[in-house]
């Protein structure tokens, strides 16, 4: 058993302490909010905290209680515009000591996904990105953005446009044409 810690966050298992709440509090500073940045290809992570506790559930396992706070900011996936995001949530992990990971191809992903299993180290630095990583926005988009029409045309002929591509676009004005032609 390793008495090491794999980082500077870690907290090992072993010295968490069974009758009062094990807190922590982290606030990154700004060459560390740059790296994660850097790592979950944001412009720029403003703000970032990590508050919250590491409680016993029965005789062996653990929760971790945490309150995650970030300013994010990332290009609009329309017009590339930075586009500001707040997030605020709560998340709650399960450290068990008798976890099995089902290692089979077709098993079921079980529904709750807060329970990992308990090693020597709680790193609470790893939960936060983990965490910040899943509510980060996939598509973020500003308000305002529209997305534009393509026109596509190749010299000396008239535009494409998109309405122009749709398969049954021209339907309804041949219908028109030969209904008018009965007439």
Same mark, same amino acid.
């Given at each position: 058993?390793?008495?090491?810690?794999?980082?500077?966050?870690?907290?090992?298992?072993?010295?968490?302490?069974?009758?009062?709440?094990?807190?922590?509090? @982290? +606030?990154?500073?700004?060459? $560390?909010?740059?790296?994660?940045?850097? =790592?979950? %290809?944001?412009?720029?992570?403003?703000?970032? #905290?990590?508050?919250?506790?590491?409680?016993?559930?029965?005789?062996?396992?653990?929760?971790?209680?945490?309150?995650?706070?970030?300013?994010?900011?990332?290009?609009?996936?329309?017009?590339?515009?930075?586009?500001?995001?707040?997030?605020?949530?709560? @998340? +709650?992990?399960?450290?068990? $000591?008798?976890?099995?990971?089902?290692? =089979?191809? %077709?098993?079921?992903?079980?529904?709750?996904? #807060?329970?990992?299993?308990?090693?020597?180290?709680?790193?609470?630095?790893?939960?936060?990105?983990?965490?910040?990583?899943?509510?980060?926005?996939?598509?973020?988009?500003?308000?305002?953005?529209?997305?534009?029409?393509?026109?596509?045309?190749?010299?000396?002929?008239?535009?494409?446009?998109?309405?122009?591509?749709?398969?049954?676009?021209?339907?309804?004005?041949?219908?028109?044409?030969?209904?008018?032609?009965?007439?």
């Amino acid at each position: 058993m390793s008495r090491t810690p794999p980082s500077t966050t870690a907290l090992r298992v072993a010295d968490l302490s069974q009758s009062a709440d094990n807190t922590f509090s @982290l +606030r990154p500073d700004a060459p $560390a909010l740059a790296l994660i940045a850097q =790592e979950l %290809e944001l412009s720029t992570l403003r703000k970032l #905290s990590f508050v919250g506790r590491i409680v016993p559930l029965g005789d062996s396992d653990w929760v971790l209680e945490a309150t995650l706070g970030a300013t994010v900011v990332q290009p609009c996936v329309v017009t590339l515009d930075p586009v500001t995001t707040r997030i605020d949530q709560t @998340l +709650r992990r399960q450290y068990v $000591a008798d976890y099995v990971d089902i290692d =089979e191809p %077709e098993a079921e992903v079980p529904e709750d996904d #807060s329970v990992e299993p308990l090693g020597q180290w709680i790193d609470p630095a790893v939960v936060m990105i983990e965490a910040l990583a899943l509510a980060v926005p996939d598509y973020p988009r500003k308000n305002d953005a529209q997305l534009g029409q393509m026109v596509y045309t190749k010299p000396g002929e008239a535009p494409m446009t998109d309405e122009d591509a749709r398969p049954f676009a021209g339907l309804a004005d041949f219908k028109q044409k030969l209904e008018s032609d009965d007439n």
